[in-house]
């Protein structure tokens, strides 16, 4: 396989691509636990429709499909800036996940969480082969930035909010399993995927 490096200048931020030229398809590499720039809060983006946060925002997308997430976020692929995409869909790791048009989020705040709070499994592209169960608000309302400039407000519940709120952590330097009361809690991927298979055997 042959690659290309490519890098983009945004607000002195090097964001470095690479560019498969075979495929003609571009991925980025992802960060993992133990990397800096996951423990860091990320910075505003001030022009969102320079050329590279429009490039920025496509790789990210790849990069995700290609792990088979459903949610990144710019910190992830080394670029502490505030963008996030939420991508729900089924796919190997996540076969229940609601279907959903993927959606940048640029400088995401949210506005609102309900008091009404709910458990279910989490993973990471960052904290590989490690699943949770983590304690989220069912419920929340969000406001961000469109890749096309425009502010939209708008509530999401259930499975889609859970990747909201787990993506929005990823930009103030918060891995999932910090949200754990027991840091130990957790299990290999392959164990979850056994016991994703006996409960759907039933």
């Not at 964001?15 to 398809?25: K, S, V």
């Not at 991925?27 to 050329?51: F, K, S």
């Not at 949770?132 to 259930?158: D, N």
């Not at 809690?185 to 056994?194: C, G, L």
Request: with cysteine; aromatic share 6%; charged share 20%.
């Amino acid at each position: 396989m042959h690659y290309t490096t490519i890098v983009l200048k945004y607000r002195g931020i090097a964001i470095i691509t690479r560019q498969t030229l075979m495929l003609e398809t571009r991925t980025l590499a992802i960060a993992t636990h133990d990397a800096p720039i996951l423990h860091q809060r990320a910075q505003e983006v001030v022009d969102i429709q320079v050329h590279a946060i429009q490039t920025l925002l496509d790789e990210m997308l790849t990069t995700m499909q290609a792990a088979n997430g459903v949610g990144i976020a710019a910190p992830q692929v080394f670029v502490p800036l505030r963008i996030i995409i939420v991508a729900s869909q089924p796919n190997k790791r996540y076969p229940d996940a609601p279907f959903m048009e993927p959606i940048a989020m640029i400088n995401p705040e949210i506005l609102w969480q309900s008091d009404t709070t709910c458990s279910g499994w989490e993973g990471c592209l960052s904290v590989p082969d490690t699943r949770a169960q983590v304690k989220r608000a069912e419920r929340l309302r969000i406001r961000y930035w469109t890749r096309t400039g425009e502010q939209v407000e708008a509530e999401y519940s259930g499975f889609v909010a859970r990747i909201i709120q787990h993506e929005c952590d990823h930009l103030d330097g918060i891995l999932f399993p910090e949200r754990l009361a027991d840091p130990t809690e957790t299990v290999s991927e392959a164990v979850f995927q056994q016991m994703e298979t006996m409960r759907l055997a039933h």
